[in-house]
């Protein structure tokens, strides 16, 4: 089996800077860990936050902290730092090849999405964001590694795509027509693309929040060696 992860990511409509961060982490015991944060409000203030809170929770996850800790702890130190008065929405994901599971940890409105084969189960239990109310903690679900799966994690300006002009994303739609009613099965990275840009479209060419969008998925193996490979892209500003 092959693991591949892709994101796909774009700031609300005439902000200079996204106030979502994305960090990765390789794990101490083996597999990796994901950290996407959605700091409050937008732009350059919600970036400081959403990065403090990565830090600190990437920094933790490095070390080898359970992804429960490392999110209890983030909320600590962001309710601390900001004196309750600012709040995050944080998704951790881990693969951890330890346990050969997938651990998904949300303080977050926005639900992650689960797909095996025909079936899609909305990982929705109700959470709170961190930052604000003492002893907060995260949901867990935790899944085993298995062919087939997709994981599909995002923040609130995916969730929120198109209700300004009565259209809300079908995100579910979305997920059947890439991954089930296709020929062959999308890649990580182009069903990211794919809902970050209907998203996009809902909003009418202006996304009116921030908008990010992690996919995990495993394949089968295909290569013909052991190499691990990341690949990036990152529009550069003009002049």
């Known amino acids: 089996m092959e693991l591949q992860i892709a994101a796909a990511k774009t700031g609300k409509y005439a902000s200079r800077e996204s106030g979502d961060t994305l960090e990765m982490t390789e794990r101490p015991h083996g597999g990796v860990s994901l950290v996407l944060a959605d700091g409050q409000r937008s732009g350059r203030s919600a970036k400081i936050i959403s990065n403090l809170v990565v830090r600190k929770t990437i920094a933790l996850l490095a070390e080898g902290a359970r992804d429960g800790v490392a999110a209890r702890a983030a909320h600590d130190y ?6 309750g008065q600012v709040s995050a929405e ?3 994901v881990s693969i951890d090849l330890a346990t050969n599971t997938i651990v998904v940890s949300r303080n977050s409105q926005c639900p992650a999405l689960v797909v095996r084969g025909a079936e899609i189960t909305l990982l929705d239990q109700p959470s709170q964001v961190i930052g604000i109310y003492p002893n907060t903690k995260p949901v867990i679900a935790e899944l085993p590694v298995e062919p087939g799966l997709t994981l599909v994690v995002f923040t609130d300006g995916i969730w929120s795509a198109g209700h300004r002009y ?3 994303l079908d995100l579910l739609g979305v997920l ?3 991954l089930q009613d296709a020929p062959s099965p999308t890649t990580a990275q182009g069903l990211a693309d794919a809902i970050l840009t209907e998203s996009i479209r809902l909003d ?3 996304p009116d ?7 995990i998925q495993i ?6 060696d052991d190499a691990r490979r990341l690949f990036v892209s990152f529009p550069l500003p003009q002049g």
Do not use: E, W
Request: hydrophobic letters at 30%.
């Open 166 to 168: 009565g259209q809300p």
């Open 204 to 206: 009418q060419g202006r």
């Open 78 to 83: 962001l309710r601390t730092h900001r004196r």
């Open 209 to 215: 929040d921030d908008m990010s969008v992690l996919v």
């Open 90 to 92: 944080l998704h951790i």
């Open 176 to 178: 059947r027509l890439h």
């Open 219 to 224: 394949v089968p193996y295909t290569r013909a």
